[in-house]
C-alpha cells in the first residue's frame, strides 16, 4: 500500500499520550524511510506530521503493533455498486473499499475495517476509485458515480 500522503488518526496499539493534540487529532504521514534529520526509520514503521504541527514516528506492523489507522479520505460519491460489506453487509459499498488479500472475496466498509471486524493477520488493499472512475471524472455529470 502507498502510505505517503495519507490521513492518519490513533490506532488500536496507541500509547503517544496527547502527541497528536488529543483524541480525534488527525496528522499525514509524510516519510516512510528517513525522520526529517535524514536518519533512517525502522521498517514497519512512519513518520507523521499531526496537524497541531507536532511530529513523530509511529509503528505500523513493527512487533505486531499498529499505532496508526488510515483516516477515510475517499472522495464523497465513492459508491461500489456491486460490492457488499461483508461485516456489515452495507450494499452498496460506500466510501473507501478495503479488499482482504488474504481471502478469495472479502470486503469491508471503513468502519468495519477500524472496527477490526476480520482477521487482524490479513493484508488488506485500499480501493478508493477505478479506472473507469477516473476516465469518467473528466466527463460533465459523470461524477460522483457508482462503480459496476
Not at 525502522?42 to 497541531?52: E, G, R, S
Request: aromatic share 12%; hydrophobic share 30%.
Amino acid at each position: 500500500m502507498y502510505l505517503l500522503g495519507c490521513r492518519v488518526v490513533r490506532g488500536p496499539d496507541w500509547t503517544w499520550g496527547d502527541q497528536d493534540g488529543g483524541e480525534g487529532g488527525v496528522g499525514t504521514i509524510f516519510s516512510t524511510d528517513t525522520f526529517s534529520d535524514g536518519s533512517p526509520l525502522k521498517n514497519q514503521t512512519v513518520v507523521v506530521c499531526w496537524d497541531t504541527g507536532q511530529e513523530a514516528y509511529y509503528r505500523l506492523g513493527l512487533d505486531e503493533k499498529y499505532d496508526l489507522r488510515i483516516l477515510d479520505s475517499a472522495p464523497s460519491g465513492v459508491c461500489f455498486e456491486k460490492v457488499i460489506c461483508d461485516g456489515c453487509r452495507q450494499n452498496p459499498l460506500l466510501g473507501t473499499r478495503w479488499k482482504c488479500t488474504d481471502c478469495d472475496d472479502y470486503d469491508l466498509c471503513t468502519q468495519c475495517y477500524n472496527n477490526e471486524v476480520h482477521d487482524l493477520d490479513h493484508s488488506f488493499e485500499r480501493h478508493d476509485h477505478c479506472k473507469l472512475q477516473r476516465y469518467l471524472k473528466n466527463i460533465p455529470y459523470a461524477y460522483p458515480l457508482c462503480i459496476l
